[in-house]
């Protein structure tokens, strides 16, 4: 029921920045839990890219911790993902994901298209 719009993404040369953006619509009556970013490159699996959770707070893969930050605007069920000092390596589709819940109810995942993410080297 939520849908998840990314944007952002683009081509950038190795050492840049690129900042992501993704927001939530049909959100009315839920609670966002959770909301962060995955990622995925050519012939690898989906990883774990960055998490702003309520209960959990912040988590960043290692691969990406002290160069990306994210960041959740809870009023507009929207996330960010600041992306510096860019490498070669982020090569991916970026993908956004929400937890969400109606009160009483188990939660439940969504998933953005995704934003492709090019490095130059």
């Known amino acids: 029921q939520v849908g998840l719009v990314e944007s952002g993404g683009g081509l950038v040369q190795a050492g840049g920045s690129l900042g992501l953006s993704c927001v939530a619509s049909?959100?009315?009556?839920?609670?966002?839990?959770?909301m962060g970013w995955y990622r995925q490159a050519p012939g690898k699996q989906r990883e774990l890219v960055a998490l702003?959770?309520?209960?959990?707070?912040?988590t960043y893969s290692d691969s990406v911790k002290g160069r990306f930050t994210i960041s959740r605007d809870s009023a507009k069920n929207t996330v960010y993902l600041q992306m510096n000092s860019l490498k070669a390596e982020d090569t991916a589709v970026y993908y956004c994901?929400?937890?969400?819940?109606?009160?009483?109810?188990?939660?439940?995942?969504?998933w953005g298209q995704g934003t492709q993410v090019t490095v130059s080297s």
């Open positions: 049909g959100a009315s009556g839920q609670n966002v839990n959770a």
């Open positions: 994901y929400a937890d969400t819940n109606y009160p009483g109810e188990w939660p439940r995942t969504s």
């Open positions: 702003d959770s309520t209960a959990g707070g912040t």
